[in-house]
Every structure is written in structure tokens, then in C-alpha cells.
Nanobody, 129 residues
Framework: QVQLAESGGGLVQAGGSLRLSCAFS????????MGWFRQAPGAERAYVAA????????YYADSMKGRFTISRDNAKNTLYLQMNSLEPGDTAVYYC??????????????????????WGQGTQVTVFS
């Protein structure tokens, strides 16, 4: 069974940066596409970014482009989310998720929560002005 554990959240002033990490265990990390999602208070969980199994292709929600960078280190079984120029609107619980990538690329839906097989417990990010 896959286990995901996020870390790196915290309290940061607007304009600051944080790097989130997601430790993957239980199966072969490189067999999974990975994504970050977030849930703000009173809101639905929303897509942030995703990355393919090898790390050479990344995808972002429009509002994150240019501020957030997703990456992975398959040797360390770890997913990352570098967040820069943080805004109070980025305050949320951030979740990492894993989607089985042993299918044709066309069958992987990177921004669809329902297609992800495993989820972490989340890490809180709070941005104050």
C-alpha cells in the first residue's frame, strides 16, 4: 500500500516562500504520476500542480504558473512543491497524491482528483499579510 507524508508547511508572511515535500513509500515511486492539491477554508479541494512519472513534464493550474514549481526526485522517493511570492489566498491545507502511471499517457488525467489513487494527510500553509 502506498503511503504519502507531506511536510514543510507553516506560517509565512506574504511575499515569502515555502517548499513542501511529500515522502512516498510502499511501492515504486517512479510508477506513479504525482500531484499537489489544496483546500482553503470553506472551499473545495482544488488542483495545484502535477508531474509525470519521470519528472520531465509538469502541469500547473493557471493561478500557480510562475509562482509554484513542482519537482520530484525518484532516487529519494520524494515530491516537492516550491512556492514563491506567497499570497494570503494561498492559505490552505496542501495535499500530495499519487496516480498509477502504468497506463497510456492519454489515460492519465493530471488535474482530476478522482483519478488519483492515494492521498497524504495534508500540511497546513498559512500566509499572513
Amino acid at each position: 500500500q502506498v503511503q504519502l507524508a507531506e511536510s514543510g508547511g507553516g506560517l509565512v508572511q506574504a511575499g515569502g516562500s515555502l517548499r513542501l515535500s511529500c515522502a512516498f513509500s510502499g511501492r515504486s515511486f517512479s510508477n506513479y504520476a504525482m500531484g499537489w492539491f489544496r483546500q482553503a477554508p470553506g472551499a473545495e479541494r482544488a488542483y495545484v500542480a502535477a508531474i509525470n512519472w519521470s519528472g520531465d513534464t509538469t502541469y500547473y493550474a493557471d493561478s500557480m504558473k510562475g509562482r509554484f514549481t513542482i519537482s520530484r526526485d525518484n532516487a529519494k522517493n520524494t515530491l516537492y512543491l516550491q512556492m514563491n511570492s506567497l499570497e494570503p489566498g494561498d492559505t490552505a491545507v496542501y495535499y500530495c497524491a499519487a496516480q498509477w502511471a502504468g497506463v497510456p499517457e492519454s489515460a492519465i488525467f493530471y488535474d482530476s482528483q478522482s483519478r488519483y489513487d492515494f492521498w497524504g494527510q495534508g500540511t497546513q500553509v498559512t500566509v499572513f499579510s
